[in-house]
């Protein structure tokens, strides 16, 4: 993580479906944000470790995502695949504050330059 | 010769050699007999049977879980019609027998049916006892004894009204939990201060009075009933203290009598029961009784268990083995309500010489009771936790002395050998003796010879070779123990398949308890089924939502959420993330405008792909999501709808040219096709279903591979199914032939619900048909017209709310969410 957080609003937490997920369009690519059933948010890249399968699309259960192409399970506290494969997605800083959702901007762009 | 003479042959041959047994009754206790006789000395004897019942032999036990709605009657069949044909019994259904003539060795039935026996068995049960309070005779009063009693309250249920129940022993408890669970209203009247006071104290009588309560059944104690008060049916029950309780329902369970009525008309001893010796003969040695009827050194009996040991005795007795003797033994009951646990064994009432040790953890809910004497065993009383009783029950058979293990005996065998064990190493611990089926009467022994001799694998096996566990099913768990033990990592539990690691219930158990507990949503679902995960997984959550839906046309509100994305933006997610379209062309028919609609649309959103599909119709691929919404807008104007290309349900029903152009065709195969799919579109099954019609055998539209087909003849139409070409390869079955068009769509209609209503989620119609029997399907759909009809309107009914275009309403608005993004940080990032 970058030394300074910089944290923007990308939008209300309302505005994700419980167990559900949406998208925020970044430079480096799509950033898929997910709501859980016990309304925690987690931001995780739109982008299944196994074959770059849109996670945002997949079907939330507890802090999980089952990827919609090939059923891979992600951890989205962690971005890795559970069970027997392997294989990690990039996790980002998200906080939830007066029922915004914030980003780590910073840590975004941080992402972008790694890329 | 003709036929006639030899048919005279045989049966002059039949009466040289062969006895005629006569049974009286076809209860639980001959039916075990019969089985034992045909198992020790087959073709010895005709049979027949006079059955007052119209039905075949069932299990009795089994009447509470039917009544619940947790099992069908033919779950709860012992010998279905194909076993009286197997052993050339002749059983007369609906037949009482009324009179037995002993000197011309007859028996008469009331449709005056004479029929002479060599041997005769009477097996006429119990009555229930109606206690003879005004009112009793009034419609709505009803026992609790035998399957028409059980749908006369399922018909009562089905208004929800008021039920009383009077008697608050295991039946009446088991009555009231039943008619709970069909939404009825329910109060239980009991005579005494404390429920089941002869098993239990009273604070563990409270206990038990809680957790009936905790049901939403009220129960009313020291409840002595004056009169039944109604006109033409019962409207209210009075009490002796002036209570006068409504009633649309009165259920008597307050105790049975042995029916020995017929055996004492016929000159035969009789006490309470009709008397028997060792042999299982009655005064006259020609005749036997067994079962509730008999009478045995004064007692009478009202458990299976000591039934079937008469059974087995008979059965000796019959086949020629005079040693065959009666020795009665204790007996064991459990209370068959799901979620209450309460066994008893042996002697349990309170005398001078006996000691009682007893524990108690109200907070637990438990209670555990052993009765004492001499350093025996010889009752035992457990609630809450019943997990022990099986070793309490060998200790109380045995009689074994346990003054060496007094101190820690009520905590059970995992104590006795001083630290605690697992279940199944408790299991593992048991004598070869322990009886594990009460029931049946099989012990550990017996098992575990079974499994390692017949190379038994699961628990179907071993309840076929063994019976264990195969009547009131209270055992299973201690049985699958056994198999794990006795197998070790060779057992894989395949009995029930779970649905998923959230739940140990299977798909069939699921659908059964969505409808026997009214559950309407997923999380009402997960919470009254125990579901182990917080929110499912990516397997339970689609079947979950397919099962509701197809359950609760019109009431249950679809949870996108727990589709695949397929099904949640009514597109094909394709490898790159980019979406396909398919729009429907109704039987394979287009026309210059769709044509046009479409080439239109894919220049607009510069769509890369355009094809023709396997299933013909055309396919847009490389959709980007965000155009998904203003693709499906044009299209609309066109005319078109989703193709559910995507979808668990209808996707295309292929068609031929038939008579429209073909010389060969013999019907508007066409024209039917795109009824077919005009009447069936939008509907959710449990995995694809894919139509056909052909206008002749020569089948262009390739119908004898597909889930359903038709393939038109001259004289009508000839309607296959269960068909496969995809991950297998299988020809169509058969289901029947029709003549007219109305009557293909009225089957077709009809065989789509059953499969909505028995399928499996994911299990596609070849499967589906090959689970349940091709014939089971045939008869339901084609032979039984009513039964036709029925699922027909259901799928009406059910079309009412699915035939809604999911392209329309999008378009339209809704799901705005799933092809927006939440933000868009380039412009900001560019910004930096
Ligand atoms: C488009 C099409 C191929 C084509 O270009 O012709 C097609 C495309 C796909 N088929 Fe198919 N099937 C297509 C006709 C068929 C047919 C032929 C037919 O319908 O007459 C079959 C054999 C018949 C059958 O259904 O058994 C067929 C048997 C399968 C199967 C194997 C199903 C099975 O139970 O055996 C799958 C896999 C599955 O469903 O799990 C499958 C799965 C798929 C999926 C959904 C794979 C996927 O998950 O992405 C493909 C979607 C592509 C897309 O985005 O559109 N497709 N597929 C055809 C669309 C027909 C239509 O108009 O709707
Ligand atoms: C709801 C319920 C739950 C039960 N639960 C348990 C349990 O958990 N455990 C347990 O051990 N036991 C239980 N029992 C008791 C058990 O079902 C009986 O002990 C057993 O069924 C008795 O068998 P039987 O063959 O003697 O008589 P039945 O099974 O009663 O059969 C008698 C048959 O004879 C027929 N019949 C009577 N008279 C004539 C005639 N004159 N001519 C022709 N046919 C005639 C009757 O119609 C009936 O079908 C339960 C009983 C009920 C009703
Ligand atoms: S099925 Fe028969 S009628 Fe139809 S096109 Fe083929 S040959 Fe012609
Ligand atoms: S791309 Fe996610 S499982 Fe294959």
Redesign the pocket.
């Given at each position: 993580m970058t030394a300074k957080a910089k944290w923007v609003d990308i939008g209300a937490l309302d505005s994700i479906p419980v167990r559900g997920a949406r998208v925020v369009k970044t430079r480096a690519g799509c950033i898929a944000v997910f709501r859980t059933a016990e309304n925690e948010a987690f931001a995780i890249d739109d982008r299944c470790p196994h074959k770059q399968g849109p996670l945002s699309q997949g079907i939330v259960h507890g802090r999980a995502v089952t990827c919609p192409l090939h059923n891979w399970v992600i951890s989205l506290e962690t971005g890795a695949a559970t069970g027997a494969d392997k294989g990690q997605t990039k996790t980002y800083a998200l906080k939830i504050e007066g029922g915004r959702l914030l980003l780590d901007a910073a840590e975004v762009a941080a992402g972008k330059v790694a890329a | 010769m003709t036929m006639k003479s030899l048919e005279l042959v045989r049966s002059t041959k039949a009466t040289a050699h062969r006895q005629r047994l006569v049974v009286?009754?076809?209860?639980?206790?001959?039916?075990r007999a019969l089985d034992k006789l045909f198992e020790a000395a087959p073709g010895a004897y005709d049979v027949t049977i006079?059955?007052?019942?119209p039905r075949v032999n069932y299990d009795?036990?089994m009447?509470?879980p039917v009544l619940s709605g947790e099992k069908k009657f033919e779950q709860i069949v012992i010998h279905g019609d194909g076993w009286y044909v197997k052993h050339g019994v002749t059983l007369y259904k609906g037949?009482?027998?009324?009179a037995i003539d002993r000197t011309a060795k007859t028996v008469t039935?009331a449709r005056g049916i004479t029929v002479p026996y060599d041997k005769l068995m009477i097996?006429?049960?119990?009555l229930p006892i109606v206690i003879p309070v005004p009112g009793h005779k009034l419609a709505g009063v009803l026992s609790?004894?035998?399957l028409d009693d059980v749908e006369a309250m399922l018909l009562a249920a089905k208004s929800r009204g008021t039920a009383v129940v009077i008697g608050g022993g295991?039946?009446g408890l088991?009555?009231a939990a039943g008619l709970k669970d069909q939404g009825m209203d329910v109060t239980v009247l009991h005579l005494m201060p404390t429920l089941m006071e002869r098993q239990l104290d009273p604070a563990a009588g409270h206990l038990l009075q809680r957790a009936v309560e905790a049901r939403g059944i009220k129960v009313i104690t020291k409840a002595n009933t004056k009169a039944i008060l109604g006109e033409k049916k019962v409207e209210a029950v009075l009490l002796e203290d002036g209570t006068r309780l409504p009633a649309d329902l009165v259920i008597m369970a307050v105790g049975i009598r042995p029916?020995a009525g017929?055996a004492k008309d016929a000159g035969l001893d009789v006490g309470r029961g009709i008397q028997v010796g060792t042999d299982m003969r009655t005064s006259d040695p020609d005749i036997f009784a067994?079962?509730?009827?008999a009478e045995f050194a004064g007692q009478t009996?009202?458990?299976?268990?000591p039934?079937y040991e008469m059974a087995t005795v008979i059965a000796g007795q019959l086949a020629g083995d005079a040693s065959a003797t009666f020795t009665p033994s204790v007996?064991a009951?459990?209370l068959?309500v799901t979620g209450i646990n309460l066994f008893s064994a042996g002697d349990f009432a309170d005398a001078k010489d006996r000691e009682d040790i007893v524990l108690r953890d109200a907070t637990r809910g438990i209670y555990k009771r052993v009765v004492l004497k001499d350093n025996k065993v010889i009752g035992a009383v457990f609630y809450g936790d019943t997990t022990d009783g099986a070793w309490f029950f060998d200790l109380i058979k045995k009689g074994s002395d346990i003054t060496a293990m007094r101190e820690t005996l009520i905590f059970g065998p995992s104590y006795a050998g001083g630290s605690a064990l697992d279940p199944t190493a408790a299991v593992a611990a048991l004598p070869d003796e322990a009886e594990i089926c009460?029931?049946n009467g099989v012990c550990k022994g017996k098992i575990t010879t079974a499994i390692t001799q017949l190379g038994l694998k699961n628990l179907d096996d071993v309840r076929a070779h063994t019976k264990a566990s195969a009547s009131?099913g209270t055992c299973t768990g201690l049985v699958e123990q056994l198999i794990k033990v006795t197998l070790g990592d060779a057992y894989n539990p395949t009995a029930v398949q779970p649905m998923c690691a959230c739940t140990n219930l299977g798909h069939d158990d699921v659908r059964r308890l969505i409808v026997a507990k009214d559950l309407k949503s997923i999380p009402d679902l997960m919470q009254a089924l125990e579901w182990k995960t917080s929110c499912g997984c990516a397997k339970c959550r689609p079947a979950l939502n397919y099962y509701l839906v197809a359950t609760w046309p019109g009431e249950y509100a679809d949870d996108s959420q727990s589709r695949y994305i397929n099904e949640r933006v009514h597109a094909n997610i394709q490898k790159d993330g980019t979406y396909s379209v398919v729009p429907r062309m109704w039987g394979g028919m287009t026309s210059a405008k769709e044509l046009r609609a479409i080439a239109d649309v894919v220049e607009k959103f510069n769509i890369p792909s355009v094809k023709c599909t396997g299933g013909q119709r055309i396919d847009m691929l490389g959709v980007k999501k965000q155009d998904l919404p203003a693709v499906w807008a044009d299209l609309n104007k066109a005319g078109m709808v989703s193709g559910a290309a995507y979808a668990k349900g209808l996707r295309t029903v292929k068609t031929c040219v038939g008579t429209d152009w073909c010389r060969f065709g013999t019907q508007d195969s066409t024209g039917l096709g795109v009824k077919l799919e005009k009447f069936l579109w939008g509907s959710w099954t449990p995995a694809k279903l894919k139509l056909a019609v052909s206008g002749c055998p020569r089948n262009c539209a390739e119908a004898t591979c597909k889930d359903i087909g038709v393939i038109c003849v001259d004289s009508g139409y000839d309607i296959h199914f269960a068909g496969a070409a995809g991950l297998d390869i299988k020809g169509t079955e058969v289901l029947g032939h029709v003549a007219t068009e109305d009557e293909a769509i009225e089957v077709i209609a009809a065989l789509t619900q059953l499969y909505r209503e028995q399928g499996r989620y994911l299990e596609r119609v070849y499967k589906w048909a090959k689970r349940v029997g091709i014939d089971t399907v045939r008869q339901q759909v084609m032979d039984d017209v009513e039964r036709r009809k029925a699922l027909h309107g259901r799928f009406v009914y059910s079309q009412k709310f699915a035939q809604i275009d999911p392209w329309a309403e999008r378009a339209a608005g809704k799901d705005a969410h799933e092809f927006a993004p939440l933000a868009d940080l380039t412009f900001k990032e560019a910004a930096e």
């Open positions: - | 009286i009754g076809n209860g639980m206790a001959p039916g006079f059955n007052a019942e009795r036990i009447l509470s037949s009482t027998v009324t039935s097996a006429t049960g119990s609790y004894r035998d295991l039946l088991e009555a029916n017929l067994v079962g509730e009827c009996y009202g458990l299976v268990a039934l007996t009951t459990r068959k009460g029931c009131c």
